[in-house]
């Protein structure tokens, strides 16, 4: 089953699941869970309050929106994010999706809580045929599956 979820932290605060734009939207809006400044150069990780469940066979990739360079001066630090299914419920943080915001402007940038900064896309991917699959155990976000 495909769905947003507000995590633990998050629960009976103003986060709500993202929505479609349209109904010829790919993506859903992902948004700040609470304020945030991000100074010039600088990298902040924006909590979204939210996981994401979805089949085993999907992932679901995360792309800035597209105002939020030219007006904003902001950036994925990551370009695209990819959020694979045993990230949801992981042991380290329960699939908390935080967006990771570089500010390549000259002056701080304010987030408010509840403004959109990204989308959400889930995606079908496809395997090898020679597929031998290491087992290992996801243990947080960020980098963690090659820990």
């Known amino acids: 089953m495909r769905r947003f979820e507000v995590v633990k932290a998050y629960r009976g605060t103003s986060v709500s699941l993202p929505r479609r734009s ?4 790919a993506g859903y809006d992902l948004a700040s869970a609470k304020d945030v400044v991000i100074e010039p ?4 990780l924006v909590p979204t309050g939210l996981k994401a469940s979805m089949p085993a066979n999907e ?4 792309f800035a929106r597209s105002s939020l360079g030219i007006k904003r001066k902001l950036m994925l630090a990551n ?7 045993d990230y949801h419920d992981n042991e380290d943080n329960e699939g908390h999706i935080f967006i990771p915001l570089y500010n390549f402007g000259e002056e701080p940038v304010e987030i408010t809580e509840g403004e959109r900064i990204a989308q959400g896309v889930f995606l079908t991917y496809l395997k090898t045929d020679d597929e031998t699959g290491e087992n290992i155990s996801r243990l947080g976000g960020f980098g963690s599956s090659g820990r």
Do not use: R
Request: glycine residues 6%; negative net charge; proline residues 0%.
């Open 41 to 44: 150069k600088e990298i902040v």
């Open 22 to 25: 349209t109904s010829m939207s």
């Open 59 to 62: 992932a679901l990739f995360v």
């Open 79 to 85: 370009n695209v994010g990819i959020i694979d299914a």
